[in-house]
Every structure is written in structure tokens, then in C-alpha cells.
């Protein structure tokens, strides 16, 4: 039982290039979700699934696609980066209530 | 998040002394209410939870109260140690359900030794 797994645990993008973050759970949770955190900010929700199939917005959407198309994976995407987005990205999944939280990712975006 | 205010940003303890950080919330609908904490580097992690029909939940040297007319609930940590230095963050669901969970910004707590 692996909990959360969060790959890579590290990235560097060029403005405008593209990439997926992936992020897979062994426990069977229906409700995944993705945070950013950025410093004096806590964390800061992009997107959310309630389970395979679907998917909704956070509060800071924009600049990032989601797609759930198993239970256990819920990867993000970021269609065209920009300075804006370096941040460390946590995928969460939860069963009842409380979080299990992914390594997390550190992307720098130059 | 805008709909979770968490006091203070910061805290500095001496070690055995009591820390309390505080929550306030918006949703008076909201029924759940975790704290997670977040060591230098690493994940976050849930610590303690309370459900709105009770006001008050202990594990060992931690407790969070909850005070729903107020709208707000806090963690106490008491006799703090040096590995109770961390990121303490707090959470309730955004208005309109509670499939959008907000955070508040986190307080940087410190205990010295």
C-alpha cells in the first residue's frame, strides 16, 4: 500500500512548453484532488474529481486540464507554462474526510 | 483561502509552554474541521479532526476546540517539543459543498528549546 505517489519530484520547463504531473492512489478513494502551494499562500486548490469520469474546478483553474479516467490516476496538465505557475504541486485523495497527501512536485517554470 | 482565516502566521513558543493557533470559517453549513501539519519539506499530514457535533477532541498532547455560533476552532498544543515545529494549516469546505476544500495560509510555528 503506497498511499500517494506524485511523479517527478522535480521539474524544470521553459515558458510555454508543456507538461503532465501524474499522480496515482492504491486506496481505492473516490475523491482526488490538486493543490498548489505557493509561499504566504497555504494551499490553493486547482482541480478536484469525485470519482472516474468526473471532474471540477478549484479556485485557481486556469492554465491547468485534469481528466479521471480510472480511480486510481488523476493526472495534471499544464497546457503552456508561464513563470506564474512555479510553485510545489500536492495531489490529495481522501476517503471520508481527511487528505492523504502526495511527496509533492517542485516546478520551476524560467 | 479566502473563505478560511488562520491567526497567527507566525508563533514562537519556548519549549514546554502552550501554542494555539486559530480558524475562523464563513460556510455555517461546514461540519469538519482537520488540521495537518507540514514539516520542512514534506507533506502535509492530518493530526487531529473534530465533526461539528462535538466541541472539543483530544489526542495526547493536542486538542482542537470548536465553537460553531462563533464560527471558528483552533488547535492547542500543550508542554510543546522541538519536533512540534512545523507548518500548521487548517481547512473547511468552500461555500456550496464540501467537495472544494480551502486551506488557510498556514502558521509557522516555532518552539524553542
Known amino acids: 500500500n503506497a498511499g500517494v505517489t506524485q511523479t517527478p519530484k522535480f521539474q524544470v520547463l521553459k515558458t510555454g512548453q508543456s507538461m503532465t504531473l501524474q499522480c496515482a492512489q492504491d486506496?481505492?478513494?473516490?475523491?482526488m484532488s490538486w493543490y498548489r502551494q505557493d509561499p504566504g499562500m497555504g494551499l490553493r486548490l486547482i482541480h478536484y474529481s469525485v470519482g472516474a469520469g468526473i471532474t471540477d474546478q478549484g479556485e485557481v483553474p486556469n492554465g491547468y486540464n485534469v481528466s479521471r479516467s480510472t480511480t486510481e490516476d488523476f493526472p495534471l496538465r499544464l497546457l503552456s507554462a508561464a513563470p506564474s505557475q512555479t510553485s510545489v504541486y500536492f495531489c490529495?485523495?481522501?476517503?471520508?474526510?481527511?487528505?492523504?497527501f502526495g511527496s509533492g512536485t517542485r516546478l520551476t517554470v524560467v | 483561502g479566502e473563505n478560511v482565516e488562520q491567526h497567527p502566521s507566525t508563533l514562537s513558543v519556548q519549549e514546554g509552554d502552550s501554542a494555539v493557533i486559530k480558524c475562523t470559517y464563513s460556510d455555517s453549513a461546514s461540519n469538519y474541521f482537520p488540521w495537518y501539519k507540514q514539516e520542512l519539506g514534506k507533506r502535509p499530514q492530518l493530526i487531529i479532526d473534530?465533526?461539528?457535533?462535538?466541541g472539543e477532541k483530544k489526542d495526547q498532547r493536542i486538542a482542537v476546540t470548536l465553537n460553531k455560533t462563533a464560527k471558528h476552532f483552533s488547535l492547542h498544543i500543550t508542554e510543546t517539543q522541538p519536533e512540534d515545529s512545523a507548518v500548521y494549516f487548517c481547512a473547511a469546505p468552500l461555500s456550496g459543498g464540501y467537495q472544494k476544500v480551502t486551506f488557510g495560509i498556514g502558521t509557522k510555528l516555532q518552539v524553542i528549546p
Open positions: 473534530i465533526r461539528s457535533n462535538v
Open positions: 490529495a485523495s481522501r476517503s471520508g474526510d481527511g487528505y492523504t
Open positions: 486506496m481505492n478513494h473516490e475523491y
